[in-house]
């Protein structure tokens, strides 16, 4: 919901012609009808986080979760800035990382020692975090900080080019 609220603003800004201009943004025409897009699903996001609250009544899972995903993806090029997505999806990236280092690392140890080994107790990294003992709303609102910082650099170099 962060990524999608933050290009939502992107999306509205550089597919007006006038906001465009006054902020010396690229103009990509076409792109402010995507905000209506981004707006229903910042809408279907808060209506998720609403009944999925401790305790969850509904659960997303990854078809769900990879849908969004390819949203965001799909938002980034539309709009023309590809480059923002690292770091507006900063936790998503993380997250991806942290399976690639692990399963890499599992190989790459059980190739040369015969046995593999891990770097995290598991992952991805948010069950790691499980694993060492901290509880799950923690976890889930020290990403959500991690989001908002992420969200923040990326506006803040939104005009880099």
Not at 42 to 61: C, Q, R, S, T
Request: net charge positive; charged share 15%; with cysteine.
């Amino acid at each position: 919901m962060i990524a999608g609220a933050t290009f939502l603003l992107i999306a509205y800004l550089v597919g007006n012609a006038v906001f465009a201009d006054y902020l010396q943004l690229h103009f990509v025409p076409g792109t402010g009808e995507l905000a209506v897009l981004l707006g229903a699903l910042l809408g279907a996001g808060l209506g998720f986080l609403w009944f999925n609250a401790p305790p969850a009544a509904i659960f997303m899972g990854d078809t769900g979760s990879l849908a969004l995903g390819g949203i965001i993806g799909a938002m980034c090029v539309l709009i023309k800035k590809e480059l923002l997505l690292p770091t507006l999806g900063g936790v998503f990236l993380m997250e991806t990382l942290s399976v690639i280092i692990q399963r890499a690392y599992f190989k790459y140890t059980k190739r040369k020692y015969g046995e593999g080994r891990r770097v995290f107790k598991m992952a991805p990294i948010h069950h790691h975090f499980e694993l060492l003992g901290w509880p799950e709303p923690k976890i889930v609102t020290r990403f959500y900080i991690v989001a908002i910082l992420m969200m923040i650099l990326s506006l803040a170099t939104f005009k880099v080019r």
